[in-house]
């Protein structure tokens, strides 16, 4: 059975941090945790669980702070996670389960990572990275702000998920980076354009991101994926902006990278067409968008939401515009697996028995965006 590091970097995570060790501490063999300058609890509660403490001096990157914390790992794998991370029970199980038979001839073995869960515990973001490495491999951090785990050789895929529970997000901290990239005058790879477009979009710079957005798309280097939802975080912009036209021309463009259609790609378009009232194209891409496979083996970003209780939640809209109310209360009702005590969709499904002659009077339907 193989050995394993837990290696993380920590800042002030007093109210988390004791959550996320409490969840794999029967399962590494060794916790690393390297404090970059925390003023709270955050050293007392990391000592309750290990003597293997560290101090680094924060100097504004974080792949040099992941670096530093790997340097202090001793056994044969190292497993890294954030303070506000957690593995939930089922997933705690898979871990050990894969100790306990996982090759050492692997280099690393990536896992999901659930960046974002609803009310409902429904995954809102999930995409995959390189979670358990080689220690010998001596793998590096790459990027001062969204930095990434250059990895290679021979690696597989689990369906092992760590699940992320924020409490608060640091506005503007990873804007306030690039800020200083830029003050420099670093070298933007077509990485850095998306990434820094996404922290203006998320900080409400429409079109700074949109500029963004537009170089990574043009630069000829660069992951396709991120090409991809460039294409479609620049029409979320365009959307905002209130410029209709624009925010549908940059969804058929993402088409050019993906080649075939997402379902974020089409419930976006199901929702433009859908606000100029075009009901019976709407519902063509909101269908589409809940028949699409997803790839269980997909590295870049997915958005489970929009292939199912989203699309059919604007369906039902669609349909209760389109006067059928059959399929608009079926649809809402395939809403309600999701989020079955959600208001708008309870709300809908009383108007809709109403409607179909099996509840009181109500007088208008609801939709919702992922936003």
Known sequence: MVSISLCMIVKN????????????KDIVDEINIVDTGSEDKTVEIAKQYTDRVFFFEWIGDFAAARNESFKHATKDYILYLDADDVLLEADQEKLKQLKESLDPSVDSVSMYYNAGTDEYGNVTLQYRRNRLIKRSKNFKWKGDCHQYLEVYGNIINS?????????R?????NLSIYGKKLERGDEFSPRDYFYYGNELRENGHYEQAIESYQKNIAM???WIEDKVYACINKADCYRFLGDTDNELSSLFESFKFSKLPRPETCSRIGYNLQRQRDYKSAVYWYELATTLEIDPNKWSFTYPAYSTWYPHLQMCVCYYNLQDFQKSYEHNEKARDYRPDDEKILFNKELL??????NKDSNEITGTTTE
Do not use: F, M, N, P
């Open 13 to 24: 995570e007093e109210e988390v941090l004791g959550r996320c060790l409490e969840t794999v």
């Open 159 to 167: 369906d092992i998920a760590v699940t992320h529970k924020k409490i």
């Open 169 to 173: 997000h640091s506005v503007g901290r």
């Open 220 to 222: 000829k280097e660069g």
């Open 353 to 358: 028995e109403t409607k179909l002659g099996i």
